[in-house]
């Protein structure tokens, strides 16, 4: 998506949000008073429950939209990424079917990025969900933490500084992307699972999280050979918790001196 | 003594379902569609609550905030925000440094906005009661009195 394309977008999504807001208030307040006139566990209580419930998935839905329109700014934190692997990894068994095997790593020692941390979670949960999605007939999925050192052209490949990045590439074994699909698969509302599969705000969100905490999401993948998203975000020192560190990260700046 | 609300908001609907949930609380809720007709009201009626948007045409909430707390006798305040602009959130945090006394994101519901009144008419009503000399922490230690009154005399 071009920049003054995303632009635009964010510009619209901002506007209807604050409508669509009022919108749900008056949807979920009138839905609440409606549940509370009628007996709880009746058929007709469940319903307004579940109509109250599904006015919060729209809510959720807007929010996200703005996340994903870049316009809402993040909240910026120093954070354990091998800490927020681990706080996954519980939801990640219970998302992920039984026929697929799924396995996470993360390195024992702490890495430190400046994130949103509500940001990266979602951020991995979308991923996982989006490989599960992809992998209709059982397979294998991974998560994966580690850091890179990225110089050169492999810098330059990513739009991103030289510098070192912590990596957590989620792989899965499935149905894989085209060409097309990979160019598309960060746009707002693109989506291959159909009208009720998927909203078409995942990959689009990951991307808005990624750029947003100067990152980036990689994206490779073949038809029929499964895929491998990649979210580089920017190594932040420990000793210099500042965020100037994360524009010049260096690479013997670890304290304990070891980086793979 | 009932509590008297008054809602701001631009929005037809919103401003109707808040007052009646209030309504059925048992709080005399008036209502405004925007700052400068809400400060009309506010004059007239002094209320002990106002909520009010933050995003309106006219007069907005932030400025209605600020009249209002420079008042000599301000109100609780209650901001609300649907946000929607890189400010929409910060809208809020204004409000809270200006004075509103709870700030409530849209969309919210209504039950979280009802506690968050009584929370504040609560407050209100202790400071009247203490003036008043009485004191509503001190009321379940009357009730029990009054109960251990009741069985001496019944048993005693």
């Not at chain 1, 006015?55 to 329109?69: M, N, P, V, W």
């Not at chain 2, 045409?57 to 006798?73: C, N, V």
Request: glycine share 10%; aromatic share 4%.
């Amino acid at each position: 998506m071009a920049a003054n394309d995303r632009e635009a977008f964010g510009e619209m999504a901002g506007g209807i949000a604050h409508d669509l807001n009022n919108l749900l208030t008056v949807i979920m307040g009138a839905t609440e008073t409606l549940a509370e006139d009628l007996a709880p566990g009746s058929d007709r209580h469940d319903l307004a429950m579940t109509s109250l419930q599904a006015a919060e998935t729209g809510a959720e839905l807007i929010r996200r939209l703005l996340a994903a329109s870049q316009r809402q700014a993040p909240e910026l934190e120093i954070i354990d990424c091998c800490a927020a692997v681990d706080a996954v990894r519980p939801l990640a068994h219970r998302l992920i079917r039984d026929d697929i095997s799924l396995k996470i790593q993360a390195p024992v020692h702490p890495l430190f990025c400046t994130a949103d941390p509500v940001g990266l979670k979602t951020a991995l949960l979308n991923l996982l969900i989006n490989a599960r999605d992809a992998t209709p007939a059982g397979g294998s999925i991974s998560l994966r933490a580690e850091t890179v050192s990225l110089h050169g052209h492999g810098a330059r490949r990513l739009s991103l500084a030289p510098g070192v990045y912590v990596v957590f590439t989620v792989r899965d074994t499935g149905v894989g992307m085209s060409p097309e699909t990979m160019r598309r698969a960060t746009e707002p509302f693109f989506t291959t699972k159909g009208p009720v599969g998927g909203t078409g705000l995942g990959l689009s969100t990951v991307d808005g999280f990624a750029r947003q905490s100067g990152g980036h999401l990689a994206i490779a993948s073949e038809v029929g050979r499964g895929a491998r998203l990649s979210i580089y975000l920017p190594r932040t020192t420990p000793l210099k918790p500042r965020l100037e560190s994360v524009a010049n990260p260096t690479r013997n700046d670890w304290p304990g001196g070891e980086i793979r | 003594m009932t509590a008297k609300i008054l809602v701001i908001d631009d929005d037809d609907h919103l401003r109707e379902l808040v007052c009646s949930r209030l309504r059925r609380q048992g709080y005399v809720v008036h209502t405004a569609e925007n700052g400068r007709v809400g400060l009309r009201i506010f004059e007239a009626e002094r209320p002990d609550l106002v909520i009010t948007d933050i995003l309106m045409p006219d007069m907005e909430g932030i400025e209605t905030i600020l009249r209002l707390k420079a008042g000599a006798t301000p109100p609780k305040i209650i901001a609300m925000s649907g946000g929607g602009h890189i400010v929409g959130r910060d809208f809020l945090k204004w409000a809270s440094h200006l004075g509103a006394d709870q700030v409530l994101a849209k969309p919210f519901r209504v039950s979280t906005l009802i506690a968050m009144a009584g929370d504040l008419l609560r407050d209100i009503d202790a400071r009247r009661g203490r003036l008043l000399g009485w004191d509503p922490e001190l009321q379940p230690m009357r009730d029990m009195g009054q109960d251990l009154d009741r069985l001496f005399h019944t048993h005693g």
